[in-house]
């Protein structure tokens, strides 16, 4: 099992920043892929980044390319999602997400939604204008 807590959410004003903060407990935080996504209320979950449990693939959903940016910390237990040049249109729940990578894949991402096992409680990013 891995529990996951979000935090760093708020209101901030179009083109501000903000950084998320996800942090893990339980095992193998290290091994595990984790994911960035959010969810506006009678929508889909939507994908937003993921990083490898090595770091060294991340790969970004073309709405947020180049404006955000997502980084792990092993030894913290924690992924982070720097958010810079917001818009109103990414007023969202932010979710932070993990899975297992398979063996031997240091470079595996997951941007699906259905390939996660575990999910924190989210928090809120509102943008305005």
């Known amino acids: 099992q891995v529990q996951l807590v979000e935090s760093g959410g708020g209101l901030v004003q179009a083109g501000g920043s903000l950084r998320l903060s996800c942090a893990a407990s339980?095992?193998?935080?290290?091994?595990?892929?984790m994911g960035w996504f959010r969810q506006a209320p009678q929508k889909e979950r939507e994908f937003v980044a993921a990083?490898?449990?090595?770091?060294?693939?991340?790969t970004y959903a073309d709405s947020v390319k180049g404006r955000f940016t997502i980084s792990r910390d092993n030894a913290k237990n924690t992924v982070y999602l720097q958010m810079n040049r917001l818009k109103p249109d990414d007023t969202d729940v932010y979710y932070c997400?993990?899975?297992?990578?398979?063996?031997?894949?240091?470079?595996?991402?997951?941007?699906?939604?259905?390939?996660?096992?575990?999910w924190g409680q989210g928090t809120q990013v509102t943008v305005s204008s």
């Open positions: 997400a993990a899975r297992q990578a398979p063996t031997n894949s240091a470079t595996v991402v997951f941007t699906s939604s259905i390939w996660y096992d575990f």
């Open positions: 990083i490898s449990w090595s770091g060294g693939t991340r």
């Open positions: 339980g095992r193998s935080f290290s091994t595990n892929v």
